[in-house]
């Protein structure tokens, strides 16, 4: 770097200069992921246009040329990908061969659902997961430890679509708790939308019906979604718990006389919840991933069942607007974390 | 000593659980007791039960770990004591310094928190009064500017202004017992001498008790009044300063002052200690030091020695006593 | 004027057999069930009673003597087909994992070793592919190259080797600057002989356990796009897809529940032996992600 500009660097504060170096490597890290998607829509076997326009268009040759123009797929590679790029940008994902609609616009129309379903689950698996985590570390090695990890292992363990169909069968079909499956009820009206999550949408209005419906929809779900993330959590709570505990200055807390409540929740909680809140950022991601399953067995007309049906037309121009989108909420998820994480911790902070 | 001394450990035995189900004891019957006001060195190498030794006085054992004996501190019988009652003596009563201020001091938590929790808690005084007292904790052990310092947080400090923030915090609830464990040790040579200057005067100040523990003979002799030295769990000599550090009469203790550089004449004479000492799941058989000791006979590969006064104020572990007047 | 080095006590450190004592039963437990899922994959055509795809029988009959998981839609005995879905699911997942650890273990190798600019380049990579959820990159390239299993393992392992590729990366890193690493290429190994003959028996292990905690997941993976249909294809008698089957039935809960519970015994079985690997080689790893 040029001194003068170097020296105006340094010349902010730390947690702003913090903030922006993760800017940029976020930044970068969409410029890769587009570079990724670009590069998996070059290797597909066959000709391009046949496979984004469809059988129909595709014998058309004015939309062929249309659609090559547009593309720039006469052009040499690097040329394509800038094309690819500033579609992307102005966010131009091409059009759905399912829909028959711009797949961005189905993106937008599907990712609500998807948000206000991971948001719950996320909340659920955080809450249980860093309260399992501490009993675990907290009874190390004795039955309650036992148990909560074998609960934690099984968490990971279990096949999400199979369990989302177990607890439709047990909740719905048998027991009748659960009003099944979709995001509200026949009779439920869809709230007037002004963020897209039906649940704050009915809340807003004032629309309890549709309030209580959606909640109950979404119950289940949520949680089954939940579950992979619960056990990842417990998991990773215990072993940054245990980590924390082996420190001196716990044992020190403990020489003060503070008493072992304290101790767990102030000293030994709070380093603990910096690591896991930068690995819940990660969490987040495979719980979008998760979401494909859970959504297609439930109906939630979300971005993952959208990306199954899709995926079943073997739509890639779909399927790929899906993924850059997931990618890019899990780049912008860990870029938010990693500046949660930067303002909990002073030595980041403060340095 | 003719009043009651302020701690006194008496036959203190702990057992810790080994790897194979069995017990390990990591202290065998020590007893030592320390004077109102008084500098009380505890010295040995690493394995040698010091810093359980310290911790046993908190009641801080690992896990699994038993004691028995008497702690006797402030008329009551810690080690009968109700873990919650030993938990207000901790912190409040008796206060330890940790060997390294890197560590020891929380990183997430302020200066302020960090001095005033105990406070808060021991006291149960507000905010306001809590902080006005850490101010004056703070300017106790000179760090300077100290309202500021209460803001910030451990890694904008150097080691020594933060071991003199972790005196400080012992320091909070003016404990009558200090308990310092290797306090100088993790720190620059240049750094010690303030440290150790600090402790020294806060004795004065104060009227401060203190448990001093170190292997570094040099701090010793810097603030002890008297030395007690420990070797495989057990206590092998006590006495003055004066007449352990320039008088040893246990081999061993003639041999960790022989394993400092002194200076004679132009030369550095620095004669390192033969062997390891051994691990206290397998003690040799007699007295534990005998493998390593240059005076060792026959006899001492049968019977461990028990500690006997040899002089006033002076007492040994060793059945041989080949040093007696032999200066170290 | 210090005589030795002081002890570092520790009042929270674990001895050792304390530990595994209980951590014994569970990693028995899983390699007992993989052990038995692993025979039911080698054995399946001579342990079944019947033929996978026979439509010998009536039409979704709930368990019963003859049929113990009872019989689908064409009348095919369950069980049978359970079996044989050993032979799909795992050996697929096996190749996955063995896959993505080999390219994952080289490419950490590499960028330990090696650092500056491959270093950065190697690991920002990782970082961005770990960027796209697995199972929807699957899809992706399932729908380009059409709907079958081993396109979909190609798939999974672009996005699963940059975990071992940063553990295997922290590990060198630890281990570059040992003296006997240090000393043996001073005697003028070349840094490929000292990564294969220094470094790479203190990788292994923590490779190995990763990857049986990985295996689990390959399973999940690859049986859920078959639940989508974009994993094997029918009559393929293959766990994820016989789910799906069962859930156009749904209130033959048998036709699901078999199958769902064979994945769950494989994917809980690796994660018990693999925790409990972990726990005896490499607890460290316990912090990281997964």
Redesign the interface.
């Known amino acids: 770097m040029q001194q003068p500009i170097k020296r105006a660097w340094y010349a902010l504060p730390s947690l702003v200069r913090f903030i922006l170096r993760r800017l940029a490597i976020g930044v970068l890290l969409c410029v890769g992921v587009t570079l990724v998607s670009f590069t998996l829509t070059q290797i597909v076997p066959g000709d391009p246009v046949a496979a984004s326009l469809g059988d129909q268009a595709s014998s058309d040759p004015e939309t062929v040329a249309a659609f090559r123009q547009r593309f720039g797929l006469d052009k040499p590679l690097p040329e394509q990908y800038l094309i690819y790029v500033t579609n992307l940008a102005q966010g131009n994902f091409g059009e759905s061969l399912q829909t028959r609609r711009p797949v961005a616009d189905d993106l937008a129309k599907y990712m609500s659902a998807t948000i206000e379903l991971s948001l719950v689950a996320m909340t659920f698996a955080m809450l249980a997961g860093v309260a399992l985590g501490i009993i675990a570390a907290v009874n190390r090695d004795r039955w309650p430890d036992q148990v909560i990890r074998v609960i934690s292992l099984a968490g990971v363990s279990v096949p999400t679509f199979w369990l989302s169909l177990v607890c439709l069968y047990v909740f719905f079909f048998q027991l009748g708790w659960s009003p099944g499956v979709g995001r509200l009820s026949p009779g439920a009206a869809a709230p007037m939308n002004l963020t897209g999550l039906y649940t704050v949408d009915a809340l807003l209005t004032g629309n309890w019906k549709t309030l209580g419906s959606a909640l109950a929809h979404l119950a289940l779900p949520a949680m089954v979604l939940a579950i992979y993330t619960i056990g990842a959590i417990t998991r990773f709570t215990r072993a940054a718990m245990l980590d924390a505990f082996q ?3 716990v ?9 072992e409540r ?1 101790v767990v929740m ?2 030994v909680l ?2 603990a919840l ?1 690591s896991i809140i930068t690995v819940s950022g990660m969490a987040f991601g495979r719980m979008l991933g998760g979401a494909v399953l859970v959504e297609s067995v439930f109906s939630w007309p979300g971005l993952g069942e959208y990306a199954y049906r899709s995926a079943l037309a073997l739509d890639l121009r779909a399927i790929m607007g899906v993924s850059l989108v997931i990618a890019a909420v899990y780049i912008l998820v860990n870029l938010l974390v990693d500046i949660l994480y930067a303002i ?4 980041i902070r ?2 | 000593m003719s009043e009651a001394p302020l701690v006194s450990i008496e036959n203190l035995t702990i057992s810790l ?5 069995g017990r390990l004891f990591p202290v065998r019957d020590v007893s030592l007791s320390i004077g109102a006001g008084e500098i009380v060195g505890l010295a040995g ?3 040698s039960g010091k ?2 030794t310290a ?1 046993s006085l ?1 009641g ?4 699994g770990g038993r004691m028995s004996g008497h702690i006797r501190f402030g008329g009551q019988d810690l080690l009968t004591l109700p873990p919650r009652a030993i ?6 009563d008796i ?2 310094v ?3 201020p890197m ?8 200066i302020e928190k960090q001095l005033t ?2 406070l808060r ?2 006291r149960g005084i507000d905010a306001r009064a809590a902080r006005t007292r850490a101010i004056e904790l703070l300017e106790l052990v000179r760090i300077p500017d100290a309202a500021r310092a209460l803001k ?2 451990p ?2 400090f150097s080691g020594g202004m933060r071991q003199r923030i ?1 005196i400080a ?1 012992a320091l909070c609830c003016e404990p009558q017992l200090l308990i310092a464990d ?1 306090p100088t ?1 993790a720190l620059d040579v240049t750094v010690q001498a303030g440290i150790l200057r600090l402790l020294q005067q806060l004795r004065g100040e104060l009227g401060l008790s203190v448990l001093l523990i170190t ?5 010793m002799s810097a603030l002890s009044d008297r030395v007690v030295i420990m070797y495989a769990g057990r206590v092998v000599e006590t006495g003055t300063r004066t007449d352990v550090l320039q008088h040893p009469r246990h081999p061993y203790t003639h041999s ?1 002052l022989g ?3 002194h200076e004679h004449g132009d030369d550095m004479l620095l004669q390192p ?1 033969r062997g390891t000492p051994p691990s206290i799941g397998a003690l040799p058989p007699g007295c534990p030091f005998h493998p390593r000791c240059d005076w060792a006979e026959a006899r001492c590969r049968d019977i461990e020695p028990g500690l006997h006064a040899v002089e006033p104020n002076r007492a040994i572990a060793c059945v041989v006593d080949p040093l007696v007047g032999v200066p170290a | ?7 570092t ?1 520790n ?3 674990p ?4 530990r595994s004592a209980w951590l014994q039963p569970l990693g028995l437990v899983g390699a007992t069930l993989l052990l038995i899922m692993i025979m039911a994959a080698l054995l399946a055509p001579w342990v079944v009673p019947y033929e996978p795809n026979a439509q010998a029988f009536g039409r979704f009959l709930a368990p019963n003597a003859t049929n113990w998981f009872g019989t689908d839609q064409l009348g095919r005995d369950i069980f049978s087909r359970v079996v044989h879905g050993a032979r799909v699911s795992m050996p697929y997942a096996l190749q996955l994992v063995v896959m993505a650890a080999v390219i994952g273990t080289v490419a950490g190798a590499i960028a330990g070793y090696f650092g500056g600019w491959i270093d950065g380049v190697i690991m920002r990579a990782a970082d961005l592919v770990m960027a796209f959820p697995d199972i929807i990159l699957a899809m992706a390239v399932v729908a380009a190259l059409g709907p079958n299993l081993f396109n979909a393992v190609l798939a999974v392992v672009v996005v699963s080797w940059p975990i071992y590729a940063r553990v295997v990366r922290s590990l060198i890193l630890t281990l570059r600057d040992e003296p006997y690493v240090q000393s043996s290429r001073l005697l003028g190994a070349s840094s490929g002989r000292a990564l294969w003959k220094d470094i790479r028996p203190n990788v292994a292990g923590p490779v190995v356990v990763l990857a049986a905690l990985e295996y689990g997941h390959a399973v999940l993976i690859l049986s859920g796009l078959s639940f989508l249909g974009l994993g094997a294809q029918p009559p393929t008698a293959e766990w994820g897809s016989m789910v799906s089957e069962g859930a156009k039935y749904f209130d033959k809960w048998w036709m699901s529940a078999f199958p769902g519970l064979a994945i769950l015994v494989v994917v809980l079985a690796a994660n018990f032996l693999g925790d409990t690997l972990r726990d005896a080689f490499d607890p460290k790893s316990a912090k990281a992600f997964r």
Do not use: C
């Open positions: 420190q001196d200055y044992r020190a807390a403990r020489a003060k006389g503070m008493p304290t102030r000293h709070r380093p910096a909990v911790d002073p030595r403060l340095s | 659980p080994g790897n194979d189900g190498e690493s394995g810093t359980i911790l908190l801080l054992l690992p896990p938990a207000d003596v901790r912190g409040r206060a330890m940790f060997q390294d560590t020891a001091l929380h990183p997430m938590l302020s929790e105990h808690h021991h910030r947080y890694h904008q972790a915090i290797e040790t292997h570094d003979m040099g701090v960790l394993a400092l550089p200690m | 004027m210090t005589i030795a080095a002081p002890a006590v009042p929270h450190r001895t050792g057999k304390l």
